[in-house]
């Protein structure tokens, strides 16, 4: 009998440790997952104004991208200025100032910020979409709030040749479509043969040959040199850092302003930029130079704005800043 329960005991205790070295060898080759919170959030826009009732979506970007919850709450330091919903969109409500906050739900503390100015503005407005301000100039020429191809006024936008309405990876000579000839040096201009096709134009302001006009409709088109003269003769410039960006604010006579982007501009396949220089494009060319145009010029290097006229080569790459009148 004895021998028996010992038996029984001895059976069970290698039951329980054969029972004991599964559990083990299973949990060996149990993978557990690894949690990966969120350790930035980038917002689309650190600081923007609207008009009451104006609305603007925020887009924000985390990292990582694979982060295990990647849930958001957005939140506004004020809802009788702003309100924001959970998608990150912003409506003002009443004159202002306030915050959006966009934070990560996954405990990491990580949140991003943007700061919401409300203001009735009587200087500029909406047209289909397209931003404008009246910088109270004689001719009433309203200006663009963002250069073709851009979406807020701190971008640069596209960079076109003159008279060409679409961008390209080599701006010279040789890939200009009114432009003939050889380049035998491989600089990228003509010197041999050359020869400018005559569009029998000295402006093309609202033709088929302006961007402004074929990208963003028949109000708008690109600024002769005599609405960058006005311009320059009637507005001050103050060259400043907007979002991070290099450029000049432009004030007009009533107080109106626009920002303008420090461009640079492209030859051939190089960029150009030091930091400070805009480069854009009028629409008016120079008589009797048929390779060169007019186009306004400036540079904000430590902080310093001035602008004034260049006779460029039309096969630059360049931006354009739009324009309509009243």
């Not at 440790?17 to 599964?22: H, W």
């Not at 306030?98 to 100015?117: F, L, N, P, Y």
């Not at 310093?304 to 324009?323: K, L, M, N, Q, T």
Request: charged share 20%; aromatic share 10%.
């Amino acid at each position: 009998m004895k021998v028996k329960n010992i038996l029984a005991i001895l059976l069970l205790m290698m039951t329980v440790c054969a029972m004991s070295s599964v559990v083990c060898s299973c949990g060996d080759d149990v993978e557990h997952p690894t949690t990966r919170l969120v350790t930035r959030i980038t917002l689309s826009e650190e600081t923007f104004i609207l008009q009451p009732d104006g609305k603007l979506k925020l887009i924000a970007t985390i990292e990582p991208s694979n982060a295990t919850n990647p849930a958001l709450a957005w939140t506004s330091s004020d809802a009788c200025v702003a309100t924001v919903d959970q998608t990150g969109e912003v409506t003002a409500q009443a004159i202002g100032t306030c915050t959006i906050t966009c934070q990560a739900k996954d405990g990491s503390g990580m949140k991003a910020e943007c700061q919401v100015v409300v203001r009735e503005d009587d200087f500029g407005g909406m047209i289909d979409g397209r931003g404008f301000v009246d910088l109270g100039l004689p001719s009433g020429t309203l200006w663009a709030t963002c250069n073709v191809g851009a979406n807020k006024p701190e971008d640069c936008g596209g960079y076109y040749a003159w008279g060409e309405t679409s961008e390209k990876s080599v701006y010279d000579d040789v890939s200009y479509i009114f432009l003939e000839g050889q380049d035998t040096d491989g600089d990228g201009r003509i010197d041999q043969n050359g020869s400018y096709i005559d569009i029998g134009l000295d402006d093309i302001a609202g033709t088929d040959y302006d961007v402004a006009h074929v990208l963003w409709g028949a109000i708008w088109c690109m600024p002769s040199r005599a609405q960058l003269d006005e311009l320059r003769e009637n507005c001050s410039i103050k060259g400043i850092q907007q979002n991070g960006v290099n450029g000049i604010l432009v004030t007009g006579p009533n107080g109106g302003q626009i920002f303008m982007p420090s461009t640079g501009y492209y030859w051939k396949e190089q960029f150009y930029d030091d930091g400070g220089y805009g480069g854009y494009w009028s629409s008016s060319r120079i008589r009797n130079q048929p390779p060169y145009v007019f186009s306004l010029v400036f540079n904000t290097k430590d902080g310093y704005g001035f602008w004034d006229w260049d006779s460029s080569r039309c096969s630059y790459g360049r931006c354009v800043r739009p324009v309509r009148v009243k």
